[in-house]
Structure formats: C-alpha cells, structure tokens
C-alpha cells in the first residue's frame, strides 16, 4: 500500500505543552489514519502521549506502523524519555501497542453512576454526617480569587496517586495554570463543578473533586479527579466530596444521565469509594508506554 504522512496544523496549543498531528492517506489520497502527539511541559517534559487510529478497513497494511514510526522519531527530536498511550483491554489497538514495544503500565477501570439510580437518602446521609474541622464549599467554573491560591496548594494531593509502573512525572501547578485549565473547558462549551473541604482552622483546601458536564446538560458528566491531602487523609473527606458533587449533579442537570470515572486499578481507596456509592463497571483500559 502506497502511504503518505501528512503534518497537520492542530490548534490545540496552550502554555503547558502543544500538540502535533499527521494524516495516513492511500495514493488516490483517501485518509487512511491519524495519529497526535501531545507533548507536555510543567513537570512532564520526559513524556509523550500519542493517539493513533487506524480506519478498519485500512488495519493490517502498514498505515499504524508509518504513523507510530512518525510520532516516535518526533517525540525522540524533542527529547522525550518516553511515549504513553492507552487502549481498550482487548482491542486491536492494546495487541497493536503489545506487539510494537510497549509495556503495560497501568490499567485503568471505568466505572458509571446511572443518576436516576441514586438512592438519594443514602446520600444525604453522607453529606451531612458532621466532618468536624472541615467544610464543604463549591464553585463552577474558575476558582474565585479568593480561594485561588489555596486551590492550586491543593493539586498536590493527586502527586501520590497509585499510579502502578507508570512513569508520569509531576504535574507542576499555580494559579495561572489551574484558571487555564478552567478556561479550556469552558472555551469547548462545558461546564466545570469543583467541590472542595476547607480547613476550618486556616481556610485551606484539603480536598477537592472536579465534574465536567456536558455543555447541553444531557447524556453523561465526567469526573476529572479527587485527591485529599496527605495530612487530610482518614476523615472520609474523599466520599463527602463526592456525594455533594453527585448532588449538585442532580439538582442542576435534571436531564443527565450519569456520571463517568476512571480509577487505577492499584488505587483502592478511591475504587471502594466509587462502589460505595454506586457506581458500576463499564469497560478496562490498558496504559502502554515505550521507553526511548
């Protein structure tokens, strides 16, 4: 088969890291596949992350293989340590990704809460058992000012996260980057919820819970992340954040209908805090990484 790889011009570019793109197309220039290639900074400039799709009708002739040889060699130009990418357990993408080098890292579950499944007593039984020392309070959008540097403060809760061999770095964050961050999903037209437990002592964040809902308010929202501080740990703060955040989900979006999460599959704390509450499972995916 006759292939050419074609650069592409993609717009998502930002202040942490930019992304690269190439087109597979045949010699009559039908396209045959893709391939992007994140490359990170803030904290991950040792790594890559690529999605490659091939069309079905086109697997098995070579276009993965020219796309994959394509964005390794640019990852290597840009010193990268690493290339990660994830696919379905099973999927010809996870044989694919096997038999071109990679090592499984990482398994990741996904899990989902239908909500008019939500017993909504057993929830509000959670939200208000008293938390002493702590307070929940909550935002759309971007973080107000004056929580804002409290809020960057508290990313660090996910550094520690089980993570199995995956070799991820640190994400490095400010204030700057956590308003980015907000705007991104707000530019795309979604709405951004974060849940966060304050400290009554200080007015730090201890713990916070991030959903993205879909701009029309309908199929299924997506959990972005819950990470408690180390020093925060062992008060139950993780579970009230999340039965609030499932909560407000309810009460501001009749028409959704679920909410999304993925957890790695060493992370047991916040797997038995998923299905405590209700969640189920929907499919595995596997995390693949080429060391360069």
């Not at 799709?53 to 990852?75: C, F, I, N």
């Not at 090592?103 to 989902?112: A, E, P």
């Not at 909550?138 to 107000?144: A, F, M, Q, Y």
């Not at 009460?251 to 405590?276: C, E, F, K, Q, S």
Request: some cysteine; proline content about 5%.
């Amino acid at each position: 088969m006759s292939l050419r790889i074609t650069p592409l011009t993609d717009p998502a570019h930002g202040p942490h890291g930019r992304r690269l793109a190439w087109l597979a197309s045949d010699a009559d220039s039908i396209p045959a596949g893709t391939a992007f290639l994140r490359l990170f900074d803030g904290g991950q400039e040792h790594m890559a992350e690529l999605d490659l799709r091939v069309h079905p009708a086109e697997r098995r002739k070579g276009v993965g293989s020219r796309l994959l040889d394509t964005a390794v060699a640019t990852a290597r130009d840009n010193a990268r340590r690493c290339v990660v990418a994830q696919a379905e357990a099973g999927s010809p993408g996870d044989d694919f990704l096997a038999a071109r080098g990679f090592r499984r890292v990482l398994t990741l579950r996904f899990t989902r809460l239908p909500l008019a499944d939500v017993d909504t007593a057993v929830l509000a039984e959670i939200i208000e058992r008293p938390h002493p020392g702590y307070r929940l309070t909550s935002w759309r959008g971007t973080v107000p000012d004056d929580l804002a540097r409290a809020f960057a403060a508290s990313r660090r809760a996910m550094d520690d996260m089980p993570m199995d061999d995956a070799d991820c770095g640190t994400v490095t964050w400010d204030v700057e980057r956590v308003r980015a961050a907000a705007k991104a999903v707000e530019q795309r037209g979604d709405h951004l919820h974060t849940v966060v437990a304050v400290d009554a002592s200080d007015g730090s964040i201890a713990g916070f819970t991030e959903l993205v809902v879909p701009g029309s308010g309908t199929g299924d929202g997506q959990h972005y992340g819950t990470g408690v501080l180390p020093e925060h740990r062992g008060h139950g703060l993780g579970r009230w954040m999340k039965a609030e955040s499932i909560r407000q989900a309810r009460r501001n979006y009749p028409d959704l209908g679920g909410l999304l999460t993925d957890t790695a599959d060493g992370n047991a704390p916040m797997r038995r805090i998923n299905d405590g509450l209700g969640y189920t499972p929907t499919h595995t995916t596997h995390r693949h990484q080429l060391d360069l």
